[in-house]
Structure formats: C-alpha cells, structure tokens
C-alpha cells in the first residue's frame, strides 16, 4: 500500500475510491445476474459473471487517480455516474429487446422523439435502486463533513493498481476463452460476450467493432463482390415452374403486420377468435399462407424486415442498416420492377426520418414515400403512439393507392398494433388478457383491431377494381412479445415455453394472396431473407443474376434452413439455440447421428452472415450492375410535393 501514500500517510482518496469500485463491482454483477437472461452454466461461467465486473470497474475509475486535487473527486464521480447510466440504460433496453445497446442504435437519433411512451412503460419503480450508490458517492463527494484531500498521485502510485486492473481483466478472458474458444471473433451473439466478459468489456468491444466495419468500405474492391456473388450464384434456387409468372403484371401491395406473431393464427381468446379475418384467409382459394416463416430481424427490428423484403441482404448484426448504410448502392425490389414499367411507393402515418426512411427509400429507388405529412385529415383519435392509427389511414391511403399508374408497387407501414399496444378502449370489439402481464393482455385488442383494419383494405381494394389484378404480400416484421414476457405466456398457450417454444414463438405470418392462384397452407420452413426472390419469381422476373441471399419458398430447390442474425438456426430436423442442438419435434437435445448435419447448418449460416455483412458494410453493389439493371442515383429524388403529384 505504501505506492498509494503520500507522505507516509494513507491519501483521503483512497477509501472513497475502494469504496466506488466495490460498490460499482457487486451492482453490475447483480444487475448481470438478475435484469439479463443470460444462461450462466456451471462454477466457471459463474465465477466470470462475478469476477468480470471487477476488472471494469477498477481500471476505468483508477482513471480518475490521474487528476490532481478535487478534480479526483469529480473525475471519480462523473465516471461513476457514466457506467451506470451504461447499465441501466442496458437494463432498460433489453427488457423489451432482450438485446444490448450497440454503438451504431446510439446514432438512431431520428427515433427517439417518438420513443417517449414505450420507454415509461419500461421503467420500474424499483429502478430507484440503482442509484443509490450514486446518491452516496455524491453525497462523500459534496459533502464538506468529508474533508477532501488535495495531495496528488504520483503515476508510479496509480500505475500498479492500472496494473492488477488489466491482470484481472486478461485473467477473465483467458477463462472465458477456455470456455468458449473463439469468443470474440465469432460474436453473433452479444449474450456470449456480456456473460463472459461484462457489461462494460462489452461496450469496448462493441466500439472496435463498430470501427472495425466502418473501414471496410474504404478498404473494399471488386474482388471482395464477386466472392458474394459466387456464393449466391451457387445458392440460387430455380423457379418452380407451376408459380413463375403467376403474378405477372399485377400491381403488388405488402401489407406490414406490425408486431404480429404467428401464434395469433387460429388463437382463441376466452373463446373468441382474436384474428377472424386474417383467419379466413388461410383457407382462402386464392392465398398462399406460410405457417413456418421467421422474422429474421436484430436490433433494426422494423427496419431490419424492410431490409431483407426490400433486397434480401440481412441486417446488421449491430444497429439498423437504415440508419448506417443510408448511402449505400442498393438492387432493390423498387428499382428491379423499375425496369419493368412498375411505379413504386411507400405509405406510413409516422415522421419520414423514422429509420431514416425518407433518406434510405431514395437509394432503394421508391418513387414516391407518403409519410405523415400526406395525411390531412387527422384527428386526436386517429393517432396511435407512432402514427396513425391502421383504419383512418387505410382510409386516408385509398386515393393515393389509386393516384398511381399502374402496375404499382407499394407497401403499407402499420403502427396501431406496436408496443406497449396501448388502445383507446371505446376502439376495442374483444377483451384484454388474464395473465396480469400488460403488454401481453393489450396484444390482442390491438391484434383485433389490426384485423379489422387489414379487412378494411381488402374491402377498400375490391370497392376501388384494383383487387382483381393486385397481389397482396401481408408479413409480420418481428416479434410481439419478448421472451421476458414467457411467464405470461406459458398462461397465454398453455405450456411451458422452452428453447424450443420460444424459438417457434419467431415465427410470424407470411399470407400471398394472388388472385387466380390456387392457395393452401403451405409448411416450408423460410425467413423474410426469401421473400424478395419469391415474390420477383411470382412477377415473372428472373433473380439469378442479383446478389440475394434468400431462395423462392415456392421452389423445390429451397433449402428449409433459416438463419437468425445471432448465428442460431432453425430447420425442420434440428435447431440451433446457443449452443445446442435441439429435435424440433420433441425439444429434446438432437441424436448424436445428426451432429455432423447440425455443425454444417451452422458453418454454412455464419458464413452466410459474413458475407452479407461484408457486402453490406463494404458497399460491394457498387462494383457490381446485373444484365439489364438500371442503377439507381438518389438524388434522381425527392418526396417533397407527392401530395400536390398524386392530386394531379
């Protein structure tokens, strides 16, 4: 101890900062071991939960032994007061996406405006807690009780405890590494990462991370696109012969399903079904519908689903590809139907810099984009949380839909039935939940009255003489209802909700409603990352030439492996969750004789990830223009106006 004494005697500082360190220390292991589903296992994987905090904590407050005088005091306390607004800004924001803050959702600024209700609904009174440490620290901090003691350190006194920081932190990822080899070079899952390492070794490798895939672009040729390329060429699957051109022609409308989840299909609440029309559409003549379609979606949720649907490249692992990749080169839907006489256009009721949508849409080629703006005739009731509500704009939409030249293709935003699924009640035709869970009991008012919005349109279409020769793609973008809410869902459907439960709870809707087509139920395992590929191939356009990662749900060549964006896979044999392997049937870990096909499922679907995020990062399509494409050039336009165009 004699390093951290000035003048023989023990420096006043010294506790004060003892004290910070542990009380930091034992809060993020608590919150660690508590606020995140985390699937510690074992002595060892227990011993780095606690032991990885401790690393952190020591060597970012020994900082403040480096100022001198009072402003140890200050620096000892803002950095106090900084990593635990990190971490609870982390608990906050993984009680609904069960995820970690990245540095690239730090720049979504565009949306926080309209975040305002989801995020109180998230805070809890006993959030309180962790800032008391904080209250304590200020408070020996302020206080003139606690005589401050201006002696300085020498950086030979603060060096040694710098030192036994950095030890403890690489004795921590030696362990982790034991444990898990390859940790951080194969970080899909940030689970993993906040297990092993900690909350705030996370933040920093998040940051080199973030740096690391800004360079690409830079650093990128066309050598590295025609690697993309040779791999999607060899993954294509050919049309099935029955569907091509099916659609041809016809004007394409994709329906979002905001926030819908699969396990509404047929569900009855209290006896009554709570979807009656999408219902009715399943065994619709004319209607494709999916009962094994995955959302594939990471921290871009929405976004994310506009991403693949648009060009079937995946979202990024961290952050939303709208808001980093803006400016990228795109081969969109909009700008391949281009080329085939189509007019294409976006309808939704929120602000058109959400996503920055307004920005993104222009290098995806849409024509027209009719946000918030093109909508008039509002009143307070018509407004939902983030928009407006699904029936005044379906409504209000109609004679926009019906301004444009034909074939069009468009797509419908909804927001009514979005988190925290808030309604005003004199809106509602069924009852809430039971389970005492909010946000599950109000999921299905708003799911109703989703539904009824969706017959809506469909009524609207047939009134307007657009349904005849009008294929309308209706799609869940991600999930509803977060695995932190499985208790209330295990009341929801009756069962325990296991890894492999809770995998199947991913699936959402895909309904394909082409008039003149025979429809069913159709059980081939596919993720939004297909839909682009199957609705081109349904219009008669051939996909071969383009980078897509998806294949044709309605080819025979399909492969049935989704990839999820966390390295976890799901096929009709195995699924991949973490780090086993599970029988989808039984939900009991797989036959030793089906290891060598899982390993290879998995191989091939990060190697798919690493491609897509290298060309996306890269900006790779800008090397590459397919055989009769016309490349886009964003500043061909603009959406301001569209009102005044679409009343001419």
């Known amino acids: 101890m004699k390093n951290l004494m000035t003048n023989e005697k023990l420096n006043k500082f010294i506790p004060i900062f003892l004290l910070a360190v542990f009380m930091l220390w034992m809060k993020t292991y608590v919150s660690q071991k508590t606020q995140f589903k985390l699937d510690v296992e074992g002595p060892l994987q227990e011993f780095l939960l606690l032991l990885n905090p401790l690393g952190s ?47 690239p959702t730090l720049f979504q600024t565009q949306n926080f405006g309209d975040l305002g ?7 809890q009174p006993t959030d309180i807690f962790f800032f008391v440490d904080v209250l304590l620290l200020v408070a020996l901090v302020v206080s003139k009780r606690v005589k401050k003691d201006q002696r300085n350190f020498k950086t030979k006194a603060a060096i040694p405890v ?52 800004s360079s690409q672009r830079v650093l990128a040729d066309s050598d590295d696109g025609t690697v993309v390329l040779n791999y999607t060429k060899s993954n294509y699957a050919s049309p099935n012969e029955a569907y091509f051109g099916a659609a041809e022609g016809m004007n394409v409308v994709y329906l979002h399903l905001e926030s819908f989840q699969t396990f509404l299909m047929d569900y009855e609440l209290n006896g009554e079904e709570v979807t009656p029309f999408l219902n009715s559409l399943i065994d619709d003549q004319d209607t494709l519908y999916f009962d094994n379609f995955f959302h594939q979606t990471a921290q871009g949720k929405t976004s994310d689903a506009e991403f693949m649907l648009e060009n079937s490249l995946y979202g990024l692992p961290k952050g939303s590809a709208f808001i980093t990749k803006g400016q990228n080169t795109y081969q969109a839907a909009p700008a391949i139907l281009k080329d085939k006489g189509y007019t294409s256009a976006v309808f939704h009721g929120n602000n058109g810099t959400f996503w920055n949508r307004s920005e993104i849409y222009k290098s995806f080629g849409f024509d027209h984009f009719f946000d918030i703006e093109s909508y008039t ?13 699904d029936k005044p704009f379906f409504e209000q939409s109609a004679p926009l839909l019906e301004s444009l030249p034909e074939p069009f293709y468009t797509k419908f935003i909804t927001v009514s039935h979005h988190f925290p699924y808030n309604i005003d009640q004199s809106l509602t035709t069924i009852e809430k939940g039971t389970t005492g869970d909010a946000s599950v009991d109000n999921y299905f008012q708003t799911a109703r009255y989703a539904d009824e919005a969706i017959e809506q349109f469909f009524t609207q279409l047939e009134e307007s003489g657009l349904a005849d020769n009008t294929m309308i793609v ?26 492999v439960e809770n995998a199947k709870l991913q699936r959402v809707p895909l309904f394909i409603h082409v008039p003149g087509v025979e429809g069913g139920t159709n059980h081939t395992y596919g993720g939004q990352i297909d839909l682009l590929p199957t609705v081109m191939h349904l219009l008669g356009v051939e996909t071969q030439n383009n980078i897509q990662f998806g294949t044709d749900l309605l080819s025979e060549e399909h492969e049935e492996l ?12 195995i699924y991949s969750i973490g780090e086993s392997f599970y029988d989808p049937e039984t939900g009991l870990p797989i036959d030793e004789s089906l ?26 399509l800008r090397f590459y223009t397919p055989s009769g494409f016309t490349p886009i050039d964003p500043a061909d336009y603009s959406y301001q106006g569209i009102l005044d165009e679409a009343a001419e």
């Open 162 to 213: 710098v030192t036994i920081a950095l030890a403890i932190s690489f004795f921590n990822l030696a362990l982790a590494e034991a444990d898990r080899p390859e940790l951080l070079t194969r970080g899909f899952d940030r689970n993993y990462i906040v297990k092993y390492l900690g909350m705030y070794n996370y933040a920093l490798y998040d940051t080199v991370e973030t740096v690391k895939s």
């Open 562 to 573: 989704v990839t999820f964006r966390n390295g976890n896979y799901v096929s009709p044999e």
């Open 117 to 123: 209700g989801s995020v109180a609904t998230l805070i």
């Open 377 to 389: 005739d509002l009143t307070e009731e018509d407004m939902a949380e983030y928009g407006v509500m």
């Open 474 to 499: 209706m799609y869940g973008d991600h999930y509803g209802i977060s695995d932190n809410h499985n208790e209330a869902m295990e009341q929801v459907l009756s069962k325990e909700i296991t890894p």
């Open 595 to 620: 290891m060598e096909q899982a390993e290879m499922f998995q191989q091939h679907g990060s190697y798919e990830l690493q491609l897509s995020d290298q060309l996306v990062n890269g900006d790779l």
């Open 57 to 103: 904590a020591l060597l970012l407050l020994s900082l403040s032994l480096f100022f001198k005088g009072t402003r140890k005091y200050i620096s000892l306390l803002l950095i106090y007061v900084g990593m635990s607004v990190l971490l609870y800004a982390n608990v906050v924001y993984y009680r609904f996406f069960s995820d970690f803050i990245t540095l």
